[in-house]
């Protein structure tokens, strides 16, 4: 990818170290859709201002990494994509389809909602992982991997569970098909968490969190699938604490605090060599 | 035996209890530890029972109480057990049986489908439905099960007529009510109405005791909120809905001998009533009817541990546990296993 912001960066970064790096980045390159774009999004929960004035831009087969204290409004920013939350105002587009309303106002200057059909339709190009896994408990793995394709988009079932079994199989679980959730460790309820998601041949992928609620030593057997989804060019979008991931996998690190975003760049430009005092301050409590 | 083996415990501290000096002349009467297959456990603990009087006392009287009830029951003629055995497999008795598990039964599918209606509408965004649900609720839950069976017995006295049309204008159809509502459906119409006032404050706890994570997982997949509710919400839901929809079940089954308001006259109390009043005997067939029922609830019960076993798939790890889709599983499983599609440690190993 010629156009991978990456280099754009990093010819940057040496000389230009003291000049923050601003959410909306001149250098990001500006052509080509991004296949993830949010413009200006806030959230308001109430009097709860969680997310103020966040821009995001991700390519297609990109991995942008989240990080950020808790509550920051990460998690948030990152169920925006998928509408699991509605902005309180801004816009995100999919692809440079604007999610969740028509693409042009009303002639009165409001905005038409979507059906409720056409929300879910939007949802399912969209994979998502939870920190809780939340696979469906009264389904074995292969059922909970089976689900969305039989009942969403309507494949045969014969034809769902041999894609199901070889879902499985890439996370390393064939032999598991048969399992319940609560007879899966929770690196494998995670990695059936993933199968089923990628069940859905998503555009892209939303992680939330998706080692924080496992044990330390289970927590490799779920990044190590996420870095094979990542080279095998998967757009992602992952939250995590997880700092030797973010550098190894991101092609972009976004860090956020109190609902902004106040740095985003290479994981060298982020990382290595953070700006304000907040990353700073943030980073020697997470490395 | 302890006293062949070396206690890995200290010797200062014996955790286990350690045989008294009297313990050889045990131990010589049991069977030789040396002949049998080695406990693979060193040092395993033989526990004596801590004495437990209670027990005992609580045994002798609970015993002694039920002599005096055999003696009352068998010695007091009124009892009448030759009655009894004559009536219990009477004609009119088992069809009073039948008619009585039909109520039952229909007018609980009927309140549980009223009911989870009810319990969606509650859950529902629109006022409207939300208002509906409220009201038919406060109506059927806060008023007389009796006086509610009256009043579908004498709903073709009050609603003779049926039409269709615009009302206070022109009428395109109409029926007789008195020919399509008998006093049977008159029974299980007013049942189940009742019954789904309850039930539908039941069923919702269920629903509202699934994770709010499950609804959010399967709208991220796409599912729209009706194939949520049915594919993921509501087979866990039951899961906490059966064991009082069991016990609901049981409590109509007693309830259905109401069903003489309406007037409906087949059922088991009224048909043992019936016999009772021309024999002028009514302790044994009081008997009979309750011998009846006790063994329609068992029944009941049984079917309310298959379903507890149903739903609770998943969730249980008692061996079995899982339900009928464990089954086929072992089956199964040898054919995915024997595809190899899984080599062992087939992970690289992330460096982190």
Same mark, same amino acid.
């Given at each position: 990818?010629?156009?991978?912001?990456?280099?754009?960066?990093?010819?940057?970064?040496?000389?230009?170290?003291?000049?923050?790096? +601003?959410?909306?980045?001149?250098?990001?390159?500006?052509?080509?859709?991004?296949?993830?774009?949010?413009?200006?999004?806030?959230?308001?929960?109430?009097?709860?201002?969680?997310?103020?004035?966040?821009?995001? !831009?991700?390519?297609?087969?990109?991995?942008?990494?989240?990080?950020?204290?808790?509550?920051?409004?990460?998690?948030?920013?990152?169920?925006?994509?998928?509408?699991?939350?509605?902005?309180?105002?801004?816009?995100? !587009?999919?692809?440079?389809?604007? @999610?969740?309303?028509?693409?042009?106002?009303?002639?009165?200057?409001?905005?038409?909602?979507?059906?409720? @059909?056409?929300?879910?339709?939007?949802?399912? !190009?969209?994979?998502? +992982?939870? @920190?809780?896994?939340?696979?469906?408990?009264?389904?074995?793995?292969?059922?909970?991997?089976?689900?969305?394709? +039989?009942?969403?988009?309507? %494949?045969?079932?014969?034809?769902?569970?041999?894609?199901?079994?070889?879902?499985?199989?890439?996370?390393?679980?064939?032999? %598991?098909?048969?399992?319940?959730?609560?007879?899966?460790?929770?690196?494998? @309820?995670?990695?059936?968490?993933?199968? !089923?998601?990628?069940?859905?041949?998503?555009?892209?992928?939303?992680?939330?969190?998706?080692?924080?609620?496992?044990?330390?030593?289970?927590?490799?057997?779920?990044?190590?699938?996420?870095?094979?989804?990542?080279?095998?060019?998967?757009?992602?979008? +992952?939250?995590?604490?997880?700092?030797?991931?973010?550098?190894?996998?991101?092609?972009?690190?976004?860090?956020?605090?109190?609902?902004?975003?106040?740095?985003?760049?290479?994981?060298?430009?982020?990382?290595?060599?953070?700006?304000?005092?907040?990353?700073?301050?943030?980073?020697?409590?997470?490395? | 035996?302890?006293?062949?083996?070396?206690?890995?415990?200290?010797?200062?501290?014996?955790?286990?209890?350690?045989?008294?000096?009297?313990?050889?002349?045990?131990?010589?009467?049991?069977?030789?530890?040396?002949?049998?297959?080695?406990?693979?456990?060193? *040092?395993?603990?033989?526990?004596?029972?801590?004495?437990?009087? *209670?027990?005992?006392?609580?045994?002798?009287?609970?015993?002694?109480?039920?002599?005096?009830?055999?003696?009352?029951?068998?010695?007091?003629?009124?009892?009448?057990?030759?009655?009894?055995?004559?009536?219990?497999?009477?004609?009119?008795?088992?069809? *009073?049986?039948?008619?009585?598990?039909?109520?039952?039964? &229909?007018?609980?599918?009927?309140?549980?489908?009223?009911?989870?209606?009810?319990?969606?509408?509650?859950?529902?965004?629109?006022? #409207?439905?939300?208002?509906?649900?409220?009201?038919?609720?406060?109506?059927?839950?806060?008023?007389?099960?009796?006086?509610?069976?009256?009043?579908?017995?004498?709903?073709?006295?009050? #609603?003779?007529?049926?039409? &269709?049309?615009?009302?206070?204008?022109?009428?395109?159809?109409?029926?007789?009510?008195?020919?399509?509502?008998?006093?049977?459906?008159?029974?299980?119409?007013?049942?189940?109405?009742?019954?789904?006032?309850?039930?539908?404050?039941?069923?919702?706890?269920?629903?509202?005791?699934?994770?709010?994570?499950?609804?959010?997982?399967?709208?991220?997949?796409?599912?729209?909120?009706?194939?949520?509710?049915?594919?993921?919400?509501?087979?866990?839901?039951?899961?906490?809905?059966?064991?009082?929809?069991?016990?609901?079940?049981?409590?109509?089954?007693?309830?259905?001998?109401?069903?003489?308001?309406?007037?409906?006259?087949?059922?088991?109390?009224?048909?043992?009533?019936?016999?009772?009043?021309?024999?002028?005997?009514?302790?044994?067939?009081?008997?009979?009817?309750?011998?009846?029922?006790?063994?329609?609830?068992?029944?009941?019960?049984?079917?309310?541990?298959?379903?507890?076993?149903?739903?609770?798939?998943?969730?249980?790890?008692?061996? *079995?546990?899982?339900?009928?889709?464990?089954?086929?599983?072992?089956?199964?499983?040898?054919?995915?296993?024997?595809?190899?599609?899984?080599?062992?440690?087939?992970?690289?190993?992330?460096?982190?």
């Amino acid at each position: 990818m010629s156009q991978d912001p990456r280099n754009t960066h990093r010819a940057d970064a040496p000389d230009d170290q003291s000049a923050p790096v +601003v959410p909306s980045d001149p250098a990001a390159p500006a052509e080509g859709p991004a296949l993830i774009a949010l413009e200006g999004v806030h959230k308001a929960f109430g009097d709860l201002h969680v997310l103020k004035d966040c821009d995001l !831009r991700v390519a297609e087969g990109e991995v942008a990494v989240l990080i950020g204290p808790s509550g920051s409004g990460k998690s948030t920013l990152l169920r925006c994509i998928n509408q699991l939350e509605e902005p309180t105002a801004g816009r995100v !587009r999919i692809a440079g389809v604007t @999610q969740g309303y028509a693409e042009e106002p009303l002639p009165d200057g409001r905005w038409q909602k979507l059906s409720p @059909q056409q929300i879910a339709r939007q949802r399912a !190009r969209i994979g998502m +992982v939870f @920190q809780r896994f939340d696979l469906f408990p009264h389904m074995t793995a292969l059922q909970n991997v089976m689900e969305a394709p +039989v009942h969403v988009l309507g %494949r045969p079932k014969a034809q769902a569970e041999k894609d199901a079994l070889a879902l499985l199989e890439r996370v390393g679980l064939a032999d %598991r098909a048969e399992h319940y959730p609560s007879e899966l460790s929770g690196g494998q @309820q995670q990695r059936v968490a993933i199968a !089923r998601a990628l069940a859905m041949e998503p555009e892209l992928m939303l992680f939330d969190e998706p080692t924080s609620a496992l044990d330390p030593e289970l927590v490799a057997e779920v990044l190590t699938v996420l870095k094979e989804l990542a080279e095998g060019g998967m757009t992602m979008v +992952v939250v995590t604490h997880e700092m030797g991931f973010a550098r190894e996998v991101a092609d972009q690190v976004v860090f956020m605090a109190d609902g902004q975003i106040l740095e985003q760049g290479t994981p060298e430009q982020v990382i290595d060599h953070p700006q304000s005092d907040r990353l700073q301050g943030f980073l020697a409590s997470v490395l | 035996m302890s006293t062949t083996q070396p206690s890995p415990t200290p010797a200062d501290g014996p955790v286990g209890p350690v045989p008294a000096a009297g313990s050889p002349q045990r131990a010589s009467g049991a069977p030789q530890p040396s002949g049998r297959d080695a406990d693979p456990i060193p *040092g395993r603990i033989r526990a004596k029972r801590s004495p437990r009087p *209670g027990t005992w006392i609580s045994a002798v009287i609970v015993v002694l109480l039920v002599l005096a009830l055999a003696n009352f029951l068998v010695t007091n003629p009124v009892f009448d057990w030759g009655t009894v055995a004559t009536y219990i497999l009477d004609v009119k008795v088992v069809q *009073g049986v039948g008619w009585t598990l039909l109520i039952t039964v &229909l007018s609980m599918v009927l309140g549980t489908v009223i009911a989870l209606t009810a319990a969606i509408m509650r859950r529902s965004e629109n006022p #409207v439905l939300r208002g509906v649900s409220w009201a038919y609720i406060f109506v059927f839950r806060g008023t007389p099960v009796y006086t509610q069976l009256v009043f579908w017995g004498l709903f073709t006295v009050i #609603v003779p007529k049926i039409a &269709l049309g615009i009302p206070f204008g022109p009428e395109w159809f109409s029926f007789s009510t008195r020919d399509y509502f008998p006093a049977f459906w008159a029974a299980v119409v007013g049942l189940g109405l009742n019954e789904g006032a309850y039930l539908a404050e039941i069923i919702r706890s269920g629903l509202n005791s699934v994770d709010k994570g499950q609804s959010e997982a399967s709208k991220a997949l796409g599912m729209g909120n009706g194939q949520i509710l049915r594919r993921i919400i509501i087979p866990q839901a039951m899961r906490v809905i059966v064991p009082p929809l069991g016990n609901e079940t049981i409590g109509m089954l007693k309830t259905t001998s109401l069903v003489l308001a309406v007037p409906f006259t087949l059922d088991l109390t009224f048909a043992t009533n019936a016999i009772a009043n021309k024999l002028y005997a009514p302790i044994p067939l009081l008997v009979v009817a309750a011998i009846w029922y006790l063994a329609i609830t068992s029944v009941l019960m049984v079917g309310q541990y298959y379903l507890e076993r149903y739903f609770g798939r998943g969730f249980d790890d008692r061996p *079995g546990g899982a339900g009928p889709a464990k089954r086929g599983r072992r089956a199964r499983q040898r054919a995915v296993n024997s595809a190899s599609t899984t080599p062992k440690n087939s992970l690289p190993e992330v460096e982190l």
